[in-house]
């Protein structure tokens, strides 16, 4: 049974950091590209950041770029985002998500490619 299980979210103060975890189970982090969305409150669902299987490579929306990180522990299967200088605007539920890395679907940043997803956590950045 695949799983995706983030943590890490809570509310912290503008200018502040967090930094949020994902733990896959059932198979699929090995080939699998890792991805990071958010929803805000009344807002569409929006890509933050994905990394690939092979070797690594990164994306990232331009509202995080600078101040977000994405990586991945192979070892671990777990994937993580490291968010500094956050904003009001980052106020979110993020999700972790996963597909099988095919590089028909660069730059990995649509949510309709995506197969599997977590429950989501919330963050909240009070100014």
């Known amino acids: 049974q695949v799983q995706l299980v983030e943590s890490g979210g809570g509310v912290v103060q503008a200018g502040g950091s967090l930094r949020l975890s994902c733990a896959t189970s059932?198979?699929?982090?090995?080939?699998?590209?890792m991805g990071w969305f958010r929803q805000a409150p009344e807002k569409e669902r929006e890509f933050v950041a994905a990394?690939?299987?092979?070797?690594?490579?990164?994306f990232y929306a331009d509202s995080v770029k600078g101040r977000f990180t994405i990586s991945r522990d192979n070892a671990k299967n777990t994937v993580s985002l490291q968010m500094n200088s956050l904003k009001p605007d980052d106020t979110a539920v993020y999700y972790c998500?996963?597909?099988?890395?095919?590089?028909?679907?660069?730059?990995?940043?649509?949510?309709?490619?995506?197969?599997?997803w977590g429950q989501g956590t919330q963050v909240t950045v009070s100014s």
């Open positions: 998500a996963a597909v099988e890395e095919s590089w028909r679907l660069w730059p990995f940043k649509s949510q309709r490619d995506y197969d599997y």
């Open positions: 059932g198979g699929i982090f090995s080939k699998y590209v």
């Open positions: 990394i690939t299987w092979t070797i690594g490579s990164t």
